[in-house]
């Protein structure tokens, strides 16, 4: 088969961008005899960079990848003309893009129904983009993949599409690089942003609000802070996104400020040694269709708080901190038990690492090889 594939990730590899590498390394090594026609920006150097097998072949669009408009409109003329003039049998969008017409059976995926929970999640504009977009992408697709039973039920549930055309694709992590590291290393990178092991707590995401929630967690944060039952830094890492302001404001208004540290967008080979370095790592988004920082902090050995919403109580189990998002009581005190416990952080470190042998790339793959199956049995039928 010849497979046809939407690269557009955004500007920078984050949760969407991460699950399209690991799947398409491993469904191409699976698949040789197949081709995959890799669509990405020109300047995509996340996508572009990658050692791909010799059966992903990277054809360069002429649009940024920082201009969303303009995918946008690629998506509609220059996705389904390359479609046609690369012969390819099938599609697969892994992204959330509009589907206005098909020139072939089309897999979209579809990570989670966001607009519909969180109010104020993104630029009016954008969320009355999705609110049009993400429910004609699932109509109109032929089959949907998605990160969890959570997101799964949303679809089913919200947009009104049969369970049958619907299967879950678990992300997965890296065990080689999401694993416990020597402190040396641990040490070493850190000190690149002037940074010691064991001297903050963790977040990592977009620093949206409300989204994410690190509002929350800060809030918590500096109530641990007054009542001096603990004298670590807040560390905060993702690139600023909606009403990121008002996530200043509050900092600003604290006279711990200066202890919550802003690092942005960091290297990705750095990722790894933030959690092996963390005391903690907070996650209290409101809503997510999977939570990937979750596994990886996880599987780090790092001690996890995440909310008790959509689909993380599917990654974290028993192996983590469930807490309401909304009550900074309870996220304070959660904190505080993990952070004073050194009993209770083995307990969470122990089976954090049982609980993400669960989830793996390979079997997210195999769930987009059966997708390709599927259609692969009716192309032969067309063409016999």
Known sequence: MIIGVSGYIGQRKTGIGRTLENVLLLSAKARPSDIFYLFTNYDQVDL???EWPDNVKIILINVSCKSPVLNILWHQIGFQYNLRKFKCDI?????????????????VVVHDLIEFHVKNKFSRLRMLYRYLS?????H??????????SSKNDIIEILRVKASKVRVAYCGYDPLRFAPQPLEVTTRVLAKYSLQPFS????????????KNVYSLIKA?????EKGSIDCKL???????HRYEKILELVKSSRHQNDVVFLGYIDDTDLPSFYNGALLFGFLSFYEGFGLPVLEAMA?????????ASSLPEIVGNAGSLVDPSNIEEISAAMENILLSSSLQEQYKKEGMEQVRKFSWEAAAEVYGEAFSRFSSRIGLEHS
């Open 300 to 308: 780090c050995g790092c001690p996890v708080i995440a909310s008790k």
């Open 235 to 241: 560390l905060v890492v993702g690139k600023p996104g």
């Open 48 to 50: 572009t960079g990658v």
């Open 221 to 225: 944060y500096f109530l641990l802070r």
């Open 200 to 211: 903050y707590v963790l977040s990592i995401g977009t620093v949206d609000f409300p989204g």
């Open 140 to 149: 109109r697709g032929d089959f949907i993949i998605t990160d969890s039973e």
């Open 91 to 107: 599609a697969l969008i892994p992204n959330f893009s509009l589907l206005l017409w098909k020139v072939c059976p089309t897999i």
């Open 134 to 138: 993400v429910p004609l992408l699932a």
